[in-house]
């Protein structure tokens, strides 16, 4: 131990000395050792202590639940633990507990609180607004308290919008094409040799695994399992970014048409070989067929939450959906398959008679939820979510049934506390965000305002707490997780597929809230935290993408479990584009495109972007549908500046100008779109103009990791700048003119921001997408030396464990110094 001037004790010494603290530690509420002059122990009583909880967000005429905590010292973290780690109890302070009460501090109403008493309880509110709580504890002699925020809102419309599914659809935009090519021609089809090897060395486990457990099932001698028990993920994955890539129009490309016939041919090798692992009553998992019985005994048990049964099954029914519709509903043997597996799932996982049980890795909710919504299209009949509808409701019933258990568990993977309860981001950052994306899902199908309540406060604590400005999630401290609120550190993990699971959750909220805030922060993630996964040649990906990046993307991964769902992220760009509404169509995204949206106002509409954007403002929109018809066209107003955590200058938010055929109009606006109420006919012209100018970005000062820095922003691009240009450590003043230019010679064509740093050298910042994409190769890893084998006594003091190396300087920064 030490007091921070070296003073040191022994083990023993140490053991000695607490033993003597026994009386004293029942003589006290609680108590902490101190080491004071000369390395003698004290005993100091600690302060009480009240933590009321975390801001929230509930719907009007709902309940919050108020998981508070009275004692001395500092509360435990409610199960703190990693991986499988038993859940970590409030601790309960000896002696006779503090008593607690629960106030209202400020509010436009009525506070009631169920017992207000109790340090676990809940609250009501008779009117919306923002209103401050306040749990106070005393224990006779001293007091303390502690307060929370509870912004009471109208839930949201009782009908969602419509996706858009994608569907057969046209890219002519430079910058997506290019992207959409590359991920066609070079980045699936490296996938694919990938998953049909047999002899990857790192990241192991594709077919190979499905023509074994197929044997298995067949009675045949086989092989054992590679790879991680969620290696059917990637393959599940890659399945479906071959189906959607096959609906991208190749508009004559050679390269392209060529890609998606061999596309073609993998679907048609390897759909039998994954059907042909599938156990007879619909469970698929080939981790589990070739499993040691011992060791894995059995489907679906508390000891095997960690195996991703549900995770890869869950990825497997979403490959389904895709196929299904490429196939234009033709080949249903995937879509067959999956009704398979999900009442496989159905008809034994529920209340009981049946086992109650919830999975490690969620998926399996968003990918439950959207095949019921998918087998009502399909096969017919209204969602109501209950199970009582139409035929895929028992889906959409078991997925709110897998989060409705999720419970005595850990942070990690968000079995803390009930869902419903949960209202703060915490834990595996990919666990999470599929949680909340599956819990957005329900809340939209059920109506429950418990849920509805939960899924807004979780999406206010990460936009406002947790959110990186590329639209990363994530920092990392907590195994690949969030940490506290505003520790939001430069060398960030921010994983691809918590990008991915991001991108979801905010579209989710879309559909529900019928709001443009929510495409305005999944633009900002695709752009700056996702489209920057892949190299421009669609060779090499990153697992990680911190703001500060130092490391090159690499071919393959130990776990690859980002491979395909960048992919199939990307290609569902239609999907993120367009929404419909009872009275319309949504535009939420700009891409030079064309893409049809089925059955608005009885008809069939064909919209044709043109626009250069995110290099250019200027948008085309050409309206045909199939007949002339009355709706409305709501064009997203766009707001760089949702998050409070962050704040530009200057302003660049909605929409300059528009007009239709030539004449300028004056929309009206609603939840931020811009709002065309007319008859179309094939042939109408929209064309709007949208504020691109480069903006400061300065960070709220609770953000340590950005304090005197300053970004750059032009449109939706989060720019950097990298050490192949200029020293990253420059400073760039507040005063220093920006200008911006096109260059087509550079990175496949992108616009530069250009400036001098204080001392006069040139800076020049380029999209953060875009980064290390000229760095030369890194040099090799070379790893420390072997630590000798520690003694005891004077021969391990003379060998101290050596440090860890420390890490490269980053070679690229978005946060640049500004003082």
Not at 599 to 616: H, I, S
Not at 738 to 762: C, H, M, N, Y
């Amino acid at each position: 131990m030490s007091d921070g001037t070296n003073t040191t004790m022994t083990r023993r010494e140490l053991l000695q000395a607490v033993g003597t603290m026994a009386a004293v530690s029942v003589a006290t509420p609680l108590v902490q050792l101190a080491v004071g002059e000369g390395g003698a122990l004290s005993a100091q009583a600690l302060p009480l202590n009240a933590i009321a909880g975390v801001d929230r967000v509930v719907m009007n005429h709902g309940k919050t639940y108020l998981n508070g905590w009275v004692g001395y010292g500092e509360p435990p973290r409610r199960g703190r633990g990693g991986r499988g780690a038993p859940a970590t109890p409030p601790a309960e302070p000896p002696g006779p507990p503090p008593s607690v009460a629960w106030s209202k501090v400020s509010g436009p109403g009525t506070v009631t609180f169920a017992d207000a008493t109790a340090v676990v309880t809940t609250a009501t509110f008779s009117t919306p607004g923002t209103y401050v709580l306040q749990a106070t504890a005393d224990n006779g002699q001293t007091k303390a308290a502690s307060a929370l925020s509870v912004t009471v809102e109208l839930p949201p419309p009782a009908a969602q919008l419509t996706p858009v599914v994608t569907k057969r659809h046209t890219i002519t935009s430079p910058l997506w094409a290019a992207r959409t090519k590359a991920l066609i021609t070079s980045w699936i089809p490296h996938c694919v040799a990938q998953i049909n090897r047999d002899d990857l060395v790192q990241g192991p486990g594709g077919i190979d695994n499905f023509l074994e457990a197929a044997k298995a099932l067949r009675g045949e001698p086989h092989g054992r399992h590679k790879g991680y028990v969620f290696s059917n993920a990637w393959v599940h994955q890659t399945v479906e970014a071959m189906s959607l890539a096959l609906m991208v129009d190749p508009r004559g490309d050679k390269e392209i048409v060529a890609a998606q016939d061999r596309m073609r041919a993998t679907l048609e090798d390897w759909i039998p070989k994954i059907l042909a692992a599938q156990h007879p009553d619909g469970y698929l998992q080939t981790a589990f067929t070739l499993r040691d019985p011992q060791r894995w005994p059995d489907r679906w048990t508390a000891q095997g939450r960690g195996n991703h049964e549900g995770y890869t099954a869950g990825y497997f029914i979403e490959s389904a959906i895709n196929h299904y519709t490429m196939t234009d509903h033709k080949d249903a043997r995937l879509y067959n398959a999956a009704k398979k597996l999900a009442d496989c799932w159905a008809d034994h996982i529920g209340p009981p008679p049946k086992q109650e049980w919830f999975d490690g890795h969620q998926e399996m909710e968003q990918a439950l939820v959207r095949f019921g919504r998918f087998v009502n299209e399909i096969e017919g009949g209204p969602s109501t979510g209950s199970g009582q509808g139409g035929p895929g409701d028992r889906y959409i019933a078991l997925a709110k049934f897998l989060l409705d258990f999720r419970k005595g568990g850990t942070e990690y993977d968000q079995s803390h506390l009930p869902v419903v309860q949960q209202y703060e981001a915490v834990g595996h950052a990919v666990r999470a965000v599929y949680t909340y994306s599956g819990m957005a899902d329900v809340a939209v199908e059920t109506h429950d305002v418990d849920y509805q309540s939960a899924v807004k406060s979780l999406w206010h604590n990460i936009v406002h707490r947790k959110y990186y400005l590329t639209g990363g999630v994530g920092s990392g401290e907590t195994s690949e997780g969030f940490g506290p609120n505003y520790s939001l550190r430069n060398n960030s993990y921010c994983e691809a597929c918590s990008s991915c699971g991001e991108i979801f959750f905010q579209w989710k909220l879309h559909l529900a809230y019928h709001d443009a805030r929510y495409a305005d922060l999944y633009e900002q993630t695709m752009y700056n935290a996702l489209l920057g996964a892949l190299d421009l040649d669609g060779r090499n990906f990153y697992y990680t993408n911190p703001l500060d990046a130092n490391s090159q993307r690499t071919p393959w991964h130990a776990c690859p479990c980002c491979v395909g769902n960048i992919a199939r992220t990307l290609l569902m760009l239609p999907t993120w584009m367009y929404s419909k509404g009872t009275d319309g169509i949504y535009v939420n995204l700009f891409a030079g495109s064309a893409v049809t949206i089925d059955n608005v106002a009885g008809t069939d509409v064909e919209l044709v972007q043109e626009t250069d954007y995110p290099w250019k403002g200027t948008v085309a929109i050409t309206v045909n549908p199939a007949a002339p018809k009355t709706f409305a066209i709501r064009i997203r107003m766009p707001n760089r500046d949702v998050s409070s955590l962050y704040s530009s200058a200057p302003d660049a938010n909605g929409i300059a100008s528009v007009s239709v055929n030539g004449a300028a109009v004056k929309p009206s606006a609603a939840n931020g779109y811009a709002v065309i109420s007319r008859r179309w006919k094939a042939g109408d012209r929209i064309e709007l103009v949208l504020p691109m100018r480069i903006q400061r970005v300065h960070a709220s000062e609770k953000i340590a990791a950005t304090k005197d820095r300053v970004a750059l922003r032009y449109g939706p691009l989060v720019y950097n700048i990298e050490r192949v240009d200029q020293d990253i450590a420059g400073v760039l003043a507040p005063s220093a003119p920006l200008t911006a230019e096109w260059r087509p010679d550079l990175l496949g064509g992108v616009v530069v921001i250009q400036s001098k740093f204080a001392d006069g050298s040139p800076m020049n910042a380029i999209p953060n997408f875009t980064r290390y994409n000229r760095n030369p190769p890194a040099p090799p890893y070379v790893p420390p030396p072997p630590q000798p084998a520690r003694g005891t006594g004077a021969a391990a003091a003379a060998t101290p464990p050596q440090p860890r190396p420390a890490p490269p300087p980053p070679q690229s920064i978005v946060w640049i110094r500004e003082t």
